[in-house]
T-cell receptor, first 114, second 111 residues
Framework: EAQVTQNPRYLITVTGKKLTVTCSQN?????MSWYRQDPGLGLRQIYY???????DKGDVPEGYKVSRKEKRNFPLILESPSPNQTSLYFC?????????????FGPGTRLLVL | GQQVMQIPQYQHVQEGEDFTTYCNSS?????IQWYKQRPGGHPVFLIQ?????EVKKQKRLTFQFGEAKKNSSLHITATQTTDVGTYFC???????????FGKGTLLTVNP
């Protein structure tokens, strides 16, 4: 089954404790992206990757890192989480790096930073 | 940068009433996509519009793309409780190939 998976689905952590949210897709997609969703703010793009070893900042990259060593995986790293990073995070992928491609979203990761 | 405004933010209707959400872009778009997110779920692709003035239908849903390719609408006829969720538009055409999402319209339906 074609899908985007994220782990963990729920996470409670404390300020400053490094964490990684994994994202994997099995559709051989070139383009992958991370979004955060907050009430009243919609979906905001954090980082995106147009292909392996090619990443770039989205609209709200501060406090986040990403890597794209393999085509299927695109982990999101929070080196020193802070309470303002409490949010619902979605990973998404599309076949190619084009605004005309359908984006397939993962199930989401709900993060609470205390 | 490119901005996509979506209104209304919330809409509550009685079952059977119609519903419309609107998107407006600050720049001309190459395409616009619509997504639906059920409560507790993730955004799911509904449709893409590419041509100026394009109209597409999916059962009770009608999608339009403006002549100037700067606005779009989603209209639901005779809403049902299964239509509940947040509807997002997303515009393509930015310099970095990304989609710019509107903030979404949360639709609730009273049975």
């Amino acid at each position: 089954e074609a899908q985007v998976t994220q782990n963990p689905r729920y996470l409670i952590t404390v300020t400053g404790k490094k964490l990684t949210v994994t994202c994997s897709q099995n559709m051989n997609h070139e383009y992958m992206s991370w979004y955060r969703q907050d009430p009243g703010l919609g979906l905001r793009q954090i980082y995106y990757s147009m292909n392996v070893e090619v990443t770039d900042k989205g609209d709200v990259p501060e406090g986040y890192k990403v890597s794209r060593k393999e085509k299927r995986n695109f982990p999101l790293i929070l080196e020193s989480p802070s309470p303002n990073q409490t949010s619902l995070y979605f990973c998404a992928s599309s076949a190619r790096a084009s605004g005309g491609e359908t984006q397939y979203f993962g199930p989401g990761t709900r993060l609470l930073v205390l | 940068g490119q901005q996509v405004m979506q209104i209304p933010q919330y809409q509550h209707v009685q079952e059977g009433e119609d519903f419309t959400t609107y998107c407006n872009s600050s720049t001309t778009l190459s395409n616009i996509q619509w997504y639906k997110q059920r409560p507790g779920g993730h955004p799911v692709f509904l449709i893409q519009l590419v041509k100026s003035g394009e109209v597409k239908k999916q059962k009770r849903l009608t999608f339009q793309f403006g002549e100037a390719k700067k606005n779009s609408s989603l209209h639901i006829t005779a809403t049902q409780t299964t239509d509940v969720g947040t509807y997002f538009c997303a515009g393509g055409g930015g310099s970095n190939y990304k989609l710019t999402f509107g903030k979404g319209t949360l639709l609730t339906v009273n049975p």
